[in-house]
T-cell receptor, first 115, second 112 residues
Framework: ETGVTQTPRHLVMGMTNKKSLKCEQH?????MYWYKQSAKKPLELMFV???????ENNSVPSRFSPECPNSSHLFLHLHTLQPEDSALYLC??????????????FGAGSRLTVL | SQELEQSPQSLIVQEGKNLTINCTSS?????LYWYKQKYGEGLIFLMM?????EEKSHEKITAKLDEKKQQSSLHITASQPSHAGIYLC????????????FGTGTRLKVLA
């Protein structure tokens, strides 16, 4: 496989469930990102990892818990979510964190619906 | 006011027509990126602009960054149904940061 792969593509969960989103990249990149895309709102940066170390937590509620075991894998653990958390969650990667020249490669996204 | 605004929000054109999408920032840009998103899917990188006055082209899509580095335009010549999707601009507003701010996107529909 090539590029950035996200699983599952679709997820429906209740507010008391615990689930995880998975992202895998086969590009040899060292930086990985989680973005949230809600209807009619700009993409929101959630977390950034560089060489497995978290470098950004954009004031994300603790019900979202990221994990980056290595530079190729990124997880987003979900628990006790709210209906307003329903959105498209996009994973992205880049070669490294470079100011002003940071091209992102995105996965196809995981569509999350919280009932 | 918004830090980054895209216009128009949506656009419907007849196949073969030219169109322009704008991305305007309230601050000087250090890097501007254009991405395309098919509905409900991930973003695909189109072009990156960094220098004032810079212009880049990819197939029938041309993007330019103005001299003041606060506005970019994306121009599609002789549009085709394959151009349909959401076009998003992303910017970095400060030197030394990798963080993007994205616009809300422009939804383009091309009628065959």
């Amino acid at each position: 496989e090539t590029g950035v792969t996200q699983t599952p593509r679709h997820l429906v969960m209740g507010m008391t469930n615990k689930k995880s989103l998975k992202c895998e990249q086969h590009l040899g990149h060292n930086a990985m990102y989680w973005y949230k895309q809600s209807a009619k709102k700009p993409l929101e940066l959630m977390f950034v990892y560089n060489f497995k170390e978290q470098t950004e937590n954009n004031s994300v509620p603790s019900r979202f818990s990221p994990e980056c075991p290595n530079s190729s894998h990124l997880f987003l653990h979900l628990h006790t979510l709210q209906p307003e958390d329903s959105a498209l969650y996009l994973c992205a990667s880049s070669r490294e964190l470079v100011s002003g020249a940071n091209v992102l490669t995105f996965g196809a996204g995981s569509r999350l619906t919280v009932l | 006011s918004q830090e980054l605004e895209q216009s128009p929000q949506s656009l419907i054109v007849q196949e073969g027509k030219n169109l322009t999408i704008n991305c305007t920032s309230s601050k000087t840009l250090y890097g501007l990126y254009w991405y395309k998103q098919k509905y409900g899917e991930g973003l695909i990188f189109l072009m990156m602009l960094q220098k004032g006055g810079e212009e880049k082209s990819h197939e029938k899509i041309t993007a330019k960054l103005d001299e003041k580095k606060q506005q970019s335009s994306l121009h599609i010549t002789a549009s085709q149904p394959s151009h349909a999707g959401i076009y998003l601009c992303g910017v970095s507003h400060a030197s030394g940061t990798y963080k993007y701010i994205f616009g809300t996107g422009t939804r383009l529909k091309v009628l065959a």
